[in-house]
């Protein structure tokens, strides 16, 4: 799939984070959980914790130089639940790892509507990172992936994931794409693993949602 494919169906993308974090993530880029830990020079056991548990609250990371940076939460993951739906013999820790390794958007306002209006969203204040899809797609293209799910939740019923959940945007086109998947799957989050350093270059604007 081409960057300009991809833009045509998803013109904007949607990143949520904490209150206040645009201005820190401007400067350090927008990073993935693994990528912050690298920053701010985390090591195990807390490393350990933090990537392949479940975070039931934010976590505080601070550093002499690099100051503060929040890792949000990934309360709509339940293990149990996760540990049922997982393809290639993986485990809950190996898919938080995956998880924890990309950096995410949603790929329309529907999915973005949907989890700031979730239970546990609805009183949170959140900044909504908008950005230009032509823009990161043509910049990060080898890096992007497509997934077809709500990759970080298991609530109600939750969709098999696996090592073929994340598909890379150059791999296909979209109809193919669409072939591999099944007719009824479209794209709910587009990917990007590692970090987005050059976020400040697609950013669109920046959502202040107060209360979801």
């Known amino acids: 799939m081409t960057a300009e494919e991809l833009a045509e169906r998803h013109p ?79 485990t809950p820790a190996d898919w938080l790892r995956i998880l924890n390794a990309r950096v995410f958007f949603w790929a329309n306002e529907e999915g973005l509507n949907r989890l700031l209006g979730a239970r546990h969203n609805r009183n949170r204040s959140r900044e909504v990172i908008v950005v230009d899809t032509l823009s990161l797609a043509k910049a990060h293209a080898e890096r992007i992936e497509l997934c077809p799910i709500n990759s970080g939740s298991t609530l109600r019923k939750p969709a098999r994931r696996g090592l073929d959940t994340f598909t890379p945007m150059l791999q296909y086109s979209y109809n193919d794409w669409r072939k591999l998947r099944g007719r009824r799957d479209q794209i709910l989050e587009i990917v990007v693993r590692d970090h987005v350093l050059d976020i400040g270059q697609h950013m669109v604007e920046v959502l202040r949602i107060k209360n979801g």
């Open 12 to 90: 904007r993308l949607y990143h949520v984070t904490e209150p206040g974090a645009w201005e820190s993530i401007r400067q350090k880029g927008l990073l993935s959980t693994t990528s912050m830990l690298d920053l701010f020079e985390i090591k195990d056991p807390s490393r350990a914790t933090i990537e392949g548990k479940r975070r039931s609250s934010a976590v505080l990371l601070e550093h002499p130089n690099h100051g503060r940076v929040i890792i949000n939460d990934n309360v709509p993951l339940n293990e149990k639940a996760l540990e049922k739906c997982l393809n290639e013999n993986l």
